[in-house]
């Protein structure tokens, strides 16, 4: 069986992770290429969980809210067989109409207003926003965003990314700056940013979600869409070993004409790796899309086989995810040069872990994450939450904490709704709502410009 097979020994010389990856089973090496929805389910939860999947990732149907979010991951964080490698945990938080945690304290503009401000204005929001979903994505137990978007929007009309408001700019130079300082704000508070959608997903129209997209643009016409990691990149003040950089479901005929970039090896390593030198974890946008074709497996294997250090899994192909560790640690058999792309693609995935602190017991890191957590503040009296000191700017995060409190209160702890309440003219008090975590960090224009105030 795939389970009693033994991949080559890896030389201990040079690498810090060898003895940990020659004592694993070829399923387990595996496993921990899968970056896999798990079901709100439990029990489905954990037969996932004890293949030693390498990262796990959750949507709406676990939260809305952080304190649902902490409570499933509680539950099911040390169901995993590989006792001292925690999965990674992911989420889509970009802000705006992409956000996946409902608290009010995590409510934010959409990437395209910040974009929209004036640029020392918009850094400062969005710094705030990485720093705020970085604090409390992390005490709720994540440790992998899906965010930032840092597509260029030179398309008006895309459908996945102009229209959902989800590129800082058609400026490469804004794209740049904003992506680096929220991916930045990420790292500070142990969040592995992720940044999206290589080597760019804003010059086409078409939503891969449902077809292929594929751009005309040539080999230099392309070079704006790069830009942003080649900035990333280079930047030193971002560590490539505590990011994820994740690859499109587009097709760029000027740099290969057959596949898409997530199933490219020219895009994905002699681009990624060879040309901009990026050293961190590759993952693949989720393999389930319709802008591929055939089956999971065959789509996963290609995927890796590319470079991909990582396979997204949508939610509903999950149960598949045994299947295809079984089937390609049997396919992988006693080759040793799959093993050894394998054995790189751990590394890189161990060295991420290791700066993100998941290796060591999978229970320690949510244990130690939520001991000092000040998210619950739903869960605290306004008596035990810290005195404002004097001045406008010291009242603000007092102010929102209050109104975290008055609105569970008034909604019964269901804040999802209350931004869409349907005041029609007047103070406008749904807006104000949406907006008040922003408030006091350089946003306040924004407010007016929206007429939230009005």
Known sequence: SSSALIPPTLESSGSPFAEKI?????????????????????????????????????????????????????????????????????????????????????????????????LTNALKGVQKQGQTFGEHLRAAGFSVDFAPVVDVASNTKGRVIAALERSYSSDANTVSTLGEAFGLELQKANIAPTFKHFPGHGMVSADSHRELARTGLNRHQLEPHLAPYRSLLANPTLQQDQMLVMTSHVLYPALDPYNPASLSHTITTDLLRGELHYQG????????????????????????????????????????????????AQEYGNNPELWKQNAAALERIFRLKQRLGLLESPTTPLERRTANAHLNFFSQPLSKLPKPRFGYRHHLPYLRRFFAHFLER??????????????????????????????????LEWGRHQGAFS
């Open 22 to 118: 020659n004592k694993m089973t070829a399923e387990q090496r595996i496993a921990q290429q899968m970056f896999s929805y798990v079901p709100a389910d439990l029990n489905s939860a954990r037969v996932l969980l004890k293949l030693g999947l390498g990262g796990i990732f959750l949507n709406r149907n676990h939260g809305p809210n952080l304190a649902d979010y902490h409570t499933f991951l509680s539950a099911v964080v040390g169901e995993n067989t590989n006792t001292d490698i925690a999965p990674l945990v992911g989420i889509d938080q970009e802000g705006g109409k992409i956000a996946r945690v409902q608290d009010v304290l995590m409510r934010f503009p959409s990437n395209a207003h910040w974009g929209s401000l004036k």
């Open 410 to 443: 008034l909604e019964g702890g269901n804040f999802a709704t209350f931004g869409k309440l349907p005041y029609r003219r007047g103070f406008g008090a749904g807006r104000f709502w949406h907006h008040l975590p922003c408030l006091g960090y350089g946003t």
């Open 281 to 328: 974890v590759v993952i693949t946008d989720a393999l389930g899309m319709k802008a591929l074709t055939g089956t999971l497996y065959s789509r996963v294997r290609r995927a890796l086989a590319a470079g991909a250090d990582m396979a997204l899994i949508d939610p509903g192909l999950e149960q598949q995810v045994p299947h295809i560790v079984r089937d390609l």
